[in-house]
């Protein structure tokens, strides 16, 4: 009897880290148990990379879909337009969210696979990363406090997940759907996340760290005094600011209510205009 290999569709969404976005794939096609225990298909979109990063992709991974975008579309557009692809070009088993700056051990992809497997296939799997250089956790799953969990070699339920990398079985995809287009770049993971709880379904951790990726290393720039006003509420409104006051305040309202939504959407500009009220407290 043959026995058919889980297929992954492995998201990715990449704009100008050549270097890194290669790394990334090079782990990603030297998983163990890859061909053997699981197949993957990935759908990577170029965002208008001026790096050559497609061109050096079609070359040393010519069995990546490349999906071209505009250069507008960010993190989540970009992830949501690799899933919409992915989804009406095959019936996969898994859809695995993939940063192209992360990089997974030779093992990640198997353990993120067995998580799946002792949920019953039924709950979403972050994995969890490392700083190699301070050999502390980057990314993973949150407590409802926003406490980053700990890999303890068991499950453990989280309330929110960051999206570096994460394992979604068809059963939660079946659900819950993809990634919500409203959102540019910030937010599209937690709002999925609580979306996810929000159908009664769970969130888990893998058991084990499953790659590496390194945190920023630095605040946003509309939370540093040493920038310009102009320089702090020019961020805070671009995509890259991660709390663009509109589109913060549609998911507080959506998961936390209105009171919430008003004192963040007020708490985050009184941070542009005085951001010394914050560094003075950490």
Not at 12 to 41: A, M, P, W, Y
Not at 104 to 115: D, P, R, T, V
Request: aromatic residues 14%.
């Amino acid at each position: 009897m043959i026995i058919r290999k889980p297929t992954i569709a492995v998201l990715l969404t990449c704009h100008n880290r050549k270097d890194k976005t290669l790394k990334s794939l090079r782990n990603l096609f030297e998983q163990d148990g890859l061909e053997i225990d699981f197949k993957v298909e990935v759908f990577l979109v170029d965002d208008a990379s001026t790096d050559g990063t497609g061109e050096a992709i079609k070359k040393q991974f010519p069995e990546v879909n490349i999906l071209q975008g505009n250069g507008n579309l960010y993190w989540n557009r970009g992830m949501h337009l690799a899933w919409q692809t992915a989804v009406a070009t095959n019936d996969f088993d898994f859809y695995l969210w993939l940063n192209d700056d992360t990089f997974l051990f030779e093992q990640g992809l198997l353990n993120l696979m067995a998580a799946a497997f002792l949920s019953n296939n039924q709950s979403a799997i972050c994995g969890s990363t490392i700083s190699l250089e301070t050999n502390t956790i980057s990314y993973g799953g949150n407590s409802k406090t926003g406490k980053l969990l700990i890999p303890d070699g068991k499950l453990q339920e989280v309330y929110a997940f960051n999206g570096n990398v994460v394992l979604i079985p068809k059963y939660i995809y079946d659900k819950v759907g993809i990634l919500d287009l409203r959102f540019p770049h910030a937010i599209g993971d937690f709002e999925y996340a609580l979306r996810i709880r929000s159908f009664k379904l769970k969130s888990y951790i893998s058991s084990d760290f499953v790659g590496s990726c390194e945190k920023n290393k630095s605040l946003p720039v509309w939370c540093l005094p040493s920038s310009s006003f102009v320089k702090r509420a020019c961020n805070l409104y671009s995509p890259l600011g991660n709390s663009h006051p509109y589109y913060f305040f549609l998911f507080e309202l959506k998961y936390y209510g209105l009171l919430r939504a008003i004192k963040h959407l007020f708490s985050i500009h009184l941070r542009v205009l005085i951001p010394q009220l914050w560094i003075s407290n950490r």
